[in-house]
């Protein structure tokens, strides 16, 4: 695991093969750009890492705009929209989840002293993406980078989301999914799996040790929106020698920032459907 490496826009051009599309390069220049910056970007800023005149980039950023691949936020930056957030450049189950949860993150962060994540299932519904994280401090960290997909069975985000997913839908992710061995914790049987589901129901919880990457922890809880759907999962990840001391306390403070996060999206405790549904 190791940390997104944020695109050299200024050198953009330097990789244009002939025969490709200046437009078409463009848009991905663009794209990439948007997703590398967590606060979205303005027309000057991309103009000027772009070096190309805000004349020749505003007909394309309305474009991308207007097919929802792009959205502008309050003070007119662009961020990545609908569209390419569900294709895998990331996913905002709900629009706005990470400013919502944001500051409940980097406090969750602060007091964990672990990097933490936020967590929605793509849109193809085989996997997890990050849609923003809080590095920890430590010298020693879990990296991973926003945009990035992770297995749904072979993380806490992954299975917390599946767990509360209504069952339908969960059992047709569960037939389709590749249940890939990462390390010999994986969980690669669907009965097992299914049990694990079963577990972070009733519990709230899912605690992942050694399961994706040896030497590799996480704990998540999920959110829930106001109608009670589970809309991501909060989530910390740490090294599982540091994690595993601290699982009582870590889980705490997991499920308590899960629950003001859904707080703040809408969502009473009663609106959550029942825990115990057949498998």
Known sequence: M??????????????????????????????????????????????????????????????????????????????????????????????????????????????????????????DGAAVIFVDKVDSDQVIRYAGGVGDRRPLHATSSGKVILAFLPAPQREKILRALPLKRYTDHTMTSLP???????????????VNLDELAVGAAGIAAPIFDRGGLVAGACAIGGPTDRVRPRLRSLAAEVKATARAIS?????RPGAITPRREPS
């Not at 707080?263 to 969502?267: D, E, F, T, V, Y």
């Open 2 to 123: 190791s940390p997104t490496a944020v695109p050299d826009a200024r050198a953009a051009g330097a990789h244009r093969a002939a025969g490709r599309h200046r437009a078409a390069d463009r848009v991905v220049d663009i794209l990439e750009l948007v997703m590398s910056a967590r606060d979205g970007l303005a027309l000057r800023e991309l103009s000027a890492q772009l070096l190309a005149p805000k004349s020749s980039l505003l007909p394309l950023l309305r474009t991308l705009a207007a097919r929802e691949y792009l959205e502008q936020g309050p003070g007119g930056e662009y961020r990545l929209g609908r569209r390419a957030l569900e294709l895998g450049l990331g996913r905002a189950t709900q629009r706005g989840l990470p400013e919502i949860a944001r500051p409940a993150l980097r406090a969750l962060m602060e007091r964990s002293g672990e990097t933490v994540f936020l967590g929605t299932l793509s849109g």
């Open 263 to 267: 707080a703040r999206l809408g969502h």
């Open 192 to 206: 097992a799996l299914r049990a694990a589901l079963e577990e972070v129901r009733q519990t709230g919880l899912c």
